[in-house]
Structure formats: structure tokens, C-alpha cells
């Protein structure tokens, strides 16, 4: 009976402080509501592949992940994989989202090989083979991502080693032709009527 009322005595003991530590005075700014602006997701599926928000929008990293087996899928059928250099690189893969657009004013081009020569904005960009940015579009489907379109580059970069294309179509480099761009409209197509 006396341990029981010992314990009683504790538990009272520690409710008492516990409901009754004082809040302190807040700022303004501390009462302001908490968004987060940075995301960083692994992207299921691959061994370290990761998915980077910036802004309060972000594409879910499930349907990431099921876009890019699908993109690879169709890819492998279409041009193969030697050596699993693509895999490779996915398995590596950092994709930057945002929901603002990039502006630049040089150094990039125009699907059709024509050089961007006065301040654009842009919705994708490929750094490398494994670190691409999307522009997340206001419909939040995918398809309408140019996420398809980036891929093609790490593809096109991972299979030669050196370059990605960047003047796709134009003659300044040689690897993206043409089938590339339908390529991007048929996945999109099938990417839209699975509601991604
Ligand atoms: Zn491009």
C-alpha cells in the first residue's frame, strides 16, 4: 500500500510539472506558420537516387520512381543499355524540382539546334548524368514536366561518356536525333493517360 502510494505521489508529482511549465512569450515571427522549402526524398526503386523540392511543391517520389522505371524500360527496348551505364547513373540520379522557372540567357538550346540568345526562361536542365532540375508544372502531372525530355540527356550522356547533347537536334552534337524528340512525345502520351 505504501509503495502504491508512492507511486501515486511521483505520477501526481510529475503531471504537476508537466502541465504546468509556462510558454514563453512568442515574437511574431515565432507564431508564424512553419513551411518547409526544402524537400529531399530518396527515389524509391534505386539504390541512391534522391529527389530535391525547392518551394512547397513536390512531385510524390513514388510516381518519380515509376516514371523513371518506365522511361528506362521504354529506353532499353528502344536503344538498350550497355553495360547498365544508364542504370547506373539512375541508381545515382539527383532530380532538382521547383516551381519556379530558370532564366538564362546563354549556353542553352532550342530542341531544334537553334542557340538561346536573349534572357529565356526554361523548364529543365541537365547538369550532368546524374543531376538534372524540372520545372514543376501548375497541373502537377509529370507528363508536363520536361522530366522525360532530361532523361534523354543522362541517357544519351551515359552511353557516349561525355556529353549529353546539348544542342539536341542541331549539328554541333551529334547524339540526340529527331526519334529523341518523338520518343519524349510518345512517353508523355503514355505517361498522361496514366494519369502522371
Ligand atoms: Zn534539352
Redesign the pocket.
Known sequence: MKNVLFIIAIIAALLTFSCCVPVQEQTKEERAPVRNFISVHDIPSYLNATSIALGEEEIPPNDLSRAIRFFYAMWIDKYGDEDEKLLTNLNFLTVISSDEMMEVSSGA?W?DGSPIVEKTRVV?L?WSPTRIWIWIDPSHKISDT?LI??LI?VALWSANGTT?D?D?EGDKEVYWTDEHTMFIEIANLVLKNNDQ
Open positions: 538550346f530542341v529543365g541537365t520536361s525530355h532530361e540527356h549529353g546539348i539536341h
